[in-house]
């Protein structure tokens, strides 16, 4: 009888081994810049929602003829983990610029767990974005009052920030000077919140002074807290954009 010899491919221990531990370094180097994805890409969301929020804030108020305020509260995480509203739409049945007891009001709130990562700026900015600039495009009074006056820095709007005129000194153009929850719109007296509101042409105002059009312009900074900053600016004529922070260039784009 005859014994066919046995030719099937196959790999060793030390073969195997030596793969695993080549995929295990491969695992180690990759995730921390895995983790850095995921948290950039929590800020963006949490970015865009704000700006979506924004957007539907003077959508609404135009298609309804009817008065709408975004609130912007304190980042807040309860006992059990779950985010606290970070936004609060507010439709204005009344029109008198203020919450009252006949008005439609809607809490908005990071997605579930992104709180823990994502928050406003001021209150999770690293050492490394204490310094961070004003873009050009944030107009809000707050931040012009600040600087005494405004001249864009840069080339073009992807200017590195915003500098001030006159007596103004360099620190007031800093974001962390300029917000309140992390937003420079108008601050609402009553409760401490900045807040902005759309009226009926979708022209944002400060709630104190309505008929001064374009005074509710400004923007909401989120931030992961190391090197990602994202802006929603609402412009003096109402459109919503949207801005990121390079820190490799230190300019807005």
């Keep these: 009888m005859t014994h066919e010899r046995d030719t099937s491919a196959g790999f060793t221990l030390i073969e195997l081994v030596t793969v695993c531990a080549i995929i295990g370094v491969l695992a180690l180097l990759a995730y921390p810049n895995m983790v850095r994805f995921k948290e950039q890409q929590q800020t963006k969301a949490g970015a865009t929602q704000m700006a979506g929020l924004l957007d539907e804030a003077r959508s609404r108020a135009t298609t309804e003829a009817t008065p709408y305020l975004v609130?912007?509260?304190?980042?807040?995480?309860?006992?059990?983990?779950?985010?606290?509203?970070?936004?609060?739409?507010?439709?204005?049945?009344?029109?008198?610029y203020s919450v009252t007891a006949g008005d439609d009001v809607r809490d908005v709130a990071l997605p579930e767990g992104g709180c823990e990562r994502v928050k406003q700026y001021g209150a999770a900015a690293s050492a490394s974005l204490g310094g961070l600039l004003l873009p050009v495009e944030d107009l809000s009074t707050r931040a012009l009052e600040l600087l005494g006056g405004v001249s864009s820095s840069g080339s073009g709007s992807s200017g590195s920030g915003i500098s001030g005129s006159g007596s103004a000194s360099a620190s007031v153009t800093k974001v962390a000077d300029a917000v309140v929850n992390g937003a420079t719109f108008p601050i609402d007296p009553a409760s401490g919140r900045p807040v902005v509101a759309f009226s009926e042409r979708g022209i944002p105002v400060d709630p104190?002074?309505?008929t001064n059009w374009g005074s509710g312009a400004g923007a909401i900074y989120i931030t992961d807290g190391r090197s990602t900053v994202y802006a929603a600016l609402v412009q003096p004529l109402g459109s919503v954009q949207l801005r990121v922070y390079d820190h490799v260039t230190g300019a807005w784009r």
Excluded: I
């Excluded at 609130?71 to 807040?76: I, K």
């Design 71 to 96: 609130y912007f509260n304190e980042t807040t995480v309860d006992a059990d983990g779950r985010c606290g509203p970070a936004a609060t739409l507010v439709r204005d049945s009344d029109r008198t």
């Design 208 to 210: 104190e002074n309505p």
